[in-house]
């Protein structure tokens, strides 16, 4: 099936400093997605974006979907406390016609203040 | 605030006794998935539904586990005879897809039910 590779697997970084983690696919995703999981809690949708080329902010958050639509990148400006989860990609694959979502392994994002 | 709702939050159960997931979706929605995450598989989709019909359960062990839509408020999944193996946090989930003429992916997640199997 298809896979995602999503990095980096961890972050520590400071308070108040820009993240960026990506995720890329050996095959073509029509659509992607970014999820924050927060400890006992389900992922809770970020961003979504359905175009190649796509660049969409939400707040803090921008995402892009690479022309290629194989990757996509999620950057974190000013990082606060409550950034602190771990952050999944998640992919649409175009071929089949299925509709569920393959997600990457994620990336574990630590802040220290 | 509509979110999708799943019980039990945790269950403890012994090995080869029957375990039953609940899901009630966002009303509205018209497809409903079930994933299941692990340390080291990560989220794995497992079945969904679309207007309470299966569309794939190709990610689903089918000799022990069954997911059914009994009404489109309920989306059951159920596990007989459980082993420890099947210990994971079992996530429901729901969309709107397609959302008219529109292409929508997004899913939105229950909190899990995490399962342990002793």
């Known amino acids: 099936g298809q896979q995602l590779n999503q990095s980096p697997q961890s972050m520590f970084i400071q308070e108040g400093e820009d993240v960026s983690m990506n995720c890329t696919s050996s095959?073509?995703?029509?659509?992607w997605l970014w999820y924050k999981q927060d400890p006992g809690e389900g992922p809770v949708l970020l961003i979504a974006?359905?175009?190649?080329?796509e660049l969409t902010s939400n707040g803090r958050l921008t995402a892009q979907f690479g022309i290629t639509r194989k990757d996509s990148f999620l950057n974190i400006s000013a990082s606060i406390p409550s950034d602190v989860g771990i952050y999944f990609c998640?992919?649409?694959?175009?071929?089949?016609?299925?509709?569920?979502?393959?997600f990457g392994k994620g990336t574990h994002l630590i802040i220290q203040p | 605030d509509a979110r999708v709702t799943q019980t039990p939050r945790d269950k403890v159960t012994e090995m080869g006794q029957e375990v039953t997931m609940r899901c009630q979706p966002i009303?509205?929605?018209?497809?409903v998935f079930w994933y299941r995450q692990t340390m080291m598989q990560g989220l794995e989709l497992l079945a969904y539904?679309?207007?309470?019909?299966?569309?794939?359960d190709s990610g689903m062990p089918k000799d022990r586990f069954s997911a059914e839509m009994p009404d489109a408020t309920l989306a059951t999944l159920k596990i007989q005879p459980s082993e420890p193996r099947d210990s994971a946090v079992y996530f429901c989930?729901?969309?709107?897809?397609?959302?008219?003429?529109?292409?929508?992916?997004?899913?939105?997640f229950g909190q899990g039910t995490r399962l342990t199997v002793v």
């Open positions: 989930a729901s969309g709107l897809v397609p959302d008219g003429d529109r292409v929508n992916a997004e899913a939105f």
């Open positions: 095959s073509i995703f029509n659509t």
């Open positions: 974006l359905y175009k190649a080329g």
């Open positions: 998640a992919g649409r694959f175009s071929g089949g016609g299925a509709d569920g979502l393959t």
């Open positions: 009303l509205g929605h018209n497809t």
């Open positions: 539904f679309r207007n309470r019909a299966p569309l794939d």
